[in-house]
């Protein structure tokens, strides 16, 4: 083979590293993909950058083609074509400012993609960010270790690469050596459910379902919980005869729930946590960024069609429940970067990150999401309560 030829597969086969071993699940693994910007800066031409970004991105979101298949009740075929598609702002961003001239333009190119890729409307599919690595390299450091991950990131794509790579290995093993889990909050527990796949989805506001899960929270505040953290779609679609349930369920035993159900009106709905007591119920957050095409279709109101969820890209980054300030994330909102960091502006006492993964069996999604939940909360030294169905 010849050396050009070897060079680019080896670029290529780090980018599929970077994102298969960097998004495995594990917050810690978030560490490695500090080394995809190098890959992506030392990349021939503007194909091979392309090919890198294209490797590392679906490797990373390996998952989704199952996932979606399985969403979709689909064929794989379906599933693969979405992949690709999410990919491609990915790709696209990083083939447009990637440049064969060295000195300063190319870390000057790469802190505007690491930008764009942050906010919407490329952040919208930022996937497989390798800001995440923040959590990773420099946990409790909050804003401090966001920026020196950024600066290394940077620096990664300059001459001084061996610099900041050892950098980077140094505040990998000083976070290895120190690891522990995000902090809970004293009162506060998440509970995670198994109820059904897309048969049922229809299904979890009946009254059985409901009862089942009225059931763990009462269970939760026997055993001292004052705030029971239920996933997404816990609740279903969420009417005045669901409040009035949970209100009466939850009387006299002193427990504050926090749910995940769905605000429907005459055009499209609202993904949306409440809090409820047995006193009162109050919608506290409506979530920022659903998951696109199987919840956010924005197209369809160009074709007069409704039925989508709603996109509150920066409504509400936080919320208050009896005093704590929370940091909600539900799902996707795990997955990409802007939504936490917003939150984060507004100091909050606790990340409360929920999801409904029952089409995630047999993919990395779900570990991922927790994985994310976890780096952002050690990053920011934040306590963090997390509950999902699967």
């Known amino acids: 083979m010849r050396p050009d030829l070897l060079g680019n597969f080896a670029l290529v086969a780090g980018g599929v590293l970077t994102g298969v071993v960097g998004w495995s699940g594990h917050p810690l ?9 190098a890959l992506w800066a030392r990349s021939p031409t503007r194909l091979v950058a392309a090919m890198v970004a294209a490797a590392h991105f679906l490797a ?9 298949a399985t969403f979709f009740g689909s064929g794989m075929s379906a599933g693969i074509a979405l992949w690709f598609a999410a990919a491609a702002s990915f790709v696209a961003v990083h083939t447009l400012f990637w440049t064969v001239r060295r000195g300063w333009r190319r870390p000057i190119r790469y802190a505007i993609v690491a930008i764009l890729m942050s906010v919407p409307p490329f952040g919208i599919v930022g996937w497989a960010h390798p800001i995440t690595a923040a959590g990773a390299l420099f946990p409790g450091l909050g804003w401090a270790g966001l920026l020196a ?7 990664m794509t300059t001459r001084a690469m061996p610099v900041a790579a050892s950098i980077v290995m140094a505040a990998f093993a000083w976070s290895v050596a120190t690891h522990a889990p995000a902090r809970q909050l004293s009162g506060w527990v998440g509970v995670d459910t198994e109820f059904g796949g897309a048969p049922a989805r229809s299904q979890f506001a009946n009254p059985s379902v409901q009862m089942e899960t009225i059931a763990l929270v009462r269970e939760a505040a026997g055993k001292g919980a004052s705030v029971v953290v239920l996933p997404e779609s816990a609740a279903g679609l969420w009417t005045p005869t669901v409040e009035r349930l949970w209100q009466a369920e ?4 002193g427990v504050t729930t926090l749910i995940g159900g769905a605000l429907v009106d005459s055009g499209g709905y609202d993904n949306v946590i409440v809090a409820v007591s ?3 119920s109050d919608i506290i957050y409506r979530e920022r960024m659903p998951v696109p095409v199987s919840m956010w279709r924005p197209w369809t109101s160009w ?3 409704t039925g989508g969820a709603r996109a509150h ?3 509400n980054p936080v919320a208050e429940i009896d005093g704590v300030r929370i940091a909600p994330l539900i799902c996707y909102e795990q997955l990409i970067v802007w939504p936490i960091l917003q939150s984060m502006l507004h ?5 409360v990150a929920t999801g409904n993964g029952w089409w995630t069996d047999g993919t990395n999604v779900f570990v991922i999401q927790r994985a994310s939940a976890e780096a952002w909360a050690r990053l920011f030294d934040v306590p963090l309560v997390m509950a999902f169905n699967r």
Request: proline residues 7%; hydrophobic residues 50%; glycine residues 14%.
């Open 149 to 155: 991950t950024f600066l290394l990131l940077i620096g």
């Open 313 to 315: 890209f920066f409504d």
């Open 29 to 37: 693994a978030f560490g490695l993909a500090i080394a995809f910007p």
């Open 60 to 68: 990373a979101s390996r998952g989704l083609p199952i996932g979606a």
């Open 347 to 351: 100091r909050p006492d606790v990340i």
């Open 303 to 305: 074709i007069s069609e």
């Open 278 to 280: 047995g006193e009162r």
């Open 250 to 253: 939850l009387r006299g035993h």
